[in-house]
């Protein structure tokens, strides 16, 4: 089957077929539906939502459906869908009714690398940093190749793109519904291997072991291995087509940090222990030098020069959602990042400590309720390095709830592991409110997970910016700025949500500068004074509430038989001077 779909992709300039994608707007499919675009096929695709990508790919082409139905189908060839999609999507089901050809998304792309020298980036972990790496070094040598990512690379324009000129496909190779061992390419990038994805590999890491063993006995030419992750060893060490990386000195490529920087780290790079060269990568992270190890070792074999590896790990800036700097300043700093197993967390935690915030704060949204049940132990001790955690309700990604599992539960199990600044906050759409409000100057904001909790990190982002710069413009200590205030706290009947941005100005000139601030802004101000007879409803109140009630606004002046009295002044202190 694959060489019959192979022959009839690469003919799409010639003889186009009609295709429809199901769930395109995931980050695997949209880039699939990119290469078929470019391969010269009519493509469809239909989702639950629309999102930038899809918006992109209608740019190049795609005819785009939302929601998901089944007479989108009528007319195709060839239906493609991910391991997301099972019986009960509509499209699906009407596919298999009419007897459409259908396909994994693993069996396209394979047909789609077929007619390329295929590098597969294969592991637990760290996979689209490190093909997203390998494109942009090969692009670098000058090889042009074609690649396949699983989330936006700004850096490489697009999360999939096919060349015409280039021999080489490099691919992220997926192994959670075992449709890496459909992959037999010509090089392989073995990261690591652990447990997860425990709902589709029942007899635990028995059958993880055996998916990456299939997948590396088809590799034709060379595997490259971490020898420092004791299963990814233990399945290469025997084998004859391998090349060793990591820290050990008798590694045929090996590493010495030198230096780690916020957002970059340099390394010494030794090849069978000679010193090839000093390597600056522009994320940061020492699990990141690893995946920079293993894409020299690949960039060495292929006879790029190491200069030009060096010219391209320089300016690499990683892919979205990867320790992705949201917002940085002085005073706060906010990154987001995908990881959402208990390894990626811990290393996600302490590449956020070399920040060096006075605090680390996390909000971590937990992935699959099978995951979270059967990795809870772990959960719970990867937090330990954090100051205080946030943790949202589970993104199910399709799942069906497992009852007493849930944000509550993931706590409980973080308290008992000793950590007691820890809360659970179930609504992600109200989840910055309870972060913000308990942000100090000094801390750095971790976002982390594979759902949509990057949206957390997005809002506390932008508003902290727009505090920060509230607070150059003042430029007045004794002018108290906060976020998400509640209300409750200034009415006397002690009932109100949160104000977004909550301003206590301690001088005429700062309440002026406030509203000029915020007016140049286009955000909307509302005055208020000590809260009585002030019903504020829970939602809270968008935009800057300002209480003039401090510095000369409660002062109290007399003079002759005039008194003068600002805002803020209390009527019993006004009262008394003035008998």
């Known amino acids: 089957m694959k060489d019959e779909w192979s022959e009839k992709l690469h003919s799409g300039a010639q003889f186009p077929m009609r295709i429809h994608l199901i769930g395109v707007a995931g980050s695997g499919m949209s880039g699939l539906a990119s290469l078929l675009l470019s391969l010269g096929h009519r493509v469809s695709g239909s989702d639950k939502v629309s999102t930038k990508e899809t918006d992109r790919l209608e740019r190049a082409g795609l005819q785009f459906y939302c929601p998901h139905d089944p007479e989108v189908i009528n007319d195709a060839e060839l239906v493609i869908f991910s391991s997301a999609i099972r019986e009960g999507n509509v499209v699906y089901d009407a596919a298999i009714e009419a007897g459409t050809p259908m396909l994994r998304r693993a069996e396209a792309l394979v047909s789609i690398m077929s007619k390329k020298q295929s590098v597969v980036i294969a592991g637990t972990h760290g996979k689209t940093t490190t093909s997203a790496l390998a494109a942009k070094v090969l692009q670098a040598g000058e090889l042009n190749p074609s690649h396949y990512v699983g989330a936006e690379v700004p850096i490489l ?37 652990e447990e997860d994805h425990l709902d589709h590999y029942t007899d635990g890491i028995d059958g993880i072991r055996e998916v990456f063993n299939q997948f590396l006995d088809s590799t034709h ?15 290469c060490e025997s084998r004859n087509n391998v090349i060793s990386y990591g820290w050990e000195i008798g590694d045929d490529f090996s590493a010495e940090v030198c230096e780690m920087r916020e957002g970059s780290t340099d390394f010494d790079v030794f090849l069978r222990g000679d010193l090839l060269g000093r390597v600056t990568l522009g994320v940061p992270g020492k699990h990141n030098v690893l995946n920079g190890l293993a894409v020299i070792a690949l960039a060495t074999e292929l006879g790029i020069d190491f200069s030009d590896i060096a010219d391209a790990m320089r300016e690499f800036r990683g892919a979205r959602r990867r320790f992705d700097v949201l917002y940085r300043s002085a005073n706060y700093s906010v990154v987001d990042d995908y990881g959402h197993h208990p390894t990626e967390i811990k290393a996600t935690i302490s590449t956020a400590r070399q920040l060096n915030p006075e605090r680390l704060v996390c909000v971590f949204q937990p992935h699959r309720y099978t995951r979270t049940q059967l990795m809870m132990d772990e959960f719970a001790k990867a937090f330990r390095e954090v100051d205080a955690l946030f943790v949202t309700d589970i993104y199910p990604a399709g799942e069906k709830p497992i009852e007493n599992i849930n944000c509550e539960s993931v706590v409980r199990s973080i308290n008992e592991d000793g950590h007691n600044n820890v809360y659970s906050v179930p609504d992600l759409r109200t989840a910055h409110l309870s972060v913000g409000s308990s942000i100090l100057c000094g801390d750095t904001i971790l976002t982390l997970g594979a759902g949509n909790i990057h949206e957390v990190g997005a809002i506390l982002a932008r508003d902290l910016e727009v505090l920060d710069k509230l607070r150059r413009e003042l430029d007045d200590p004794q002018t108290k700025c906060r976020l998400y205030e509640p209300m409750s706290r200034h009415t006397t009947i002690k009932i109100g949500g949160p104000a977004q941005y909550w301003i206590e100005p301690a001088s005429v000139e700062g309440f002026a500068k406030s509203l000029k601030f915020f007016f140049n802004k286009g955000i909307s101000v509302r005055v208020v004074g000590r809260g009585s007879n002030l019903l504020v409803c829970d939602g809270g109140i968008p935009g800057a509430v300002i209480r003039p009630s401090a510095g000369e606004f409660e002062e109290v002046r007399v003079s002759e038989n005039i008194v003068t009295a600002g805002v803020g002044a209390r009527y019993k202190k ?3 001077i003035a008998k």
């Open 157 to 193: 324009g697009s999360n999939a793109y096919w060349s015409e000129s280039g021999d080489h496909f490099i691919a992220e190779g997926d192994e959670s519904d075992g449709s890496l061992i459909k992959f037999n390419p010509d090089y392989a990038i073995l990261l690591n291997v």
């Open 221 to 235: 030419k060379k595997i490259i291995y971490c020898s420092d992750d004791p299963e990814s060893s233990a399945l």
């Open 574 to 576: 006004v009262s008394n």
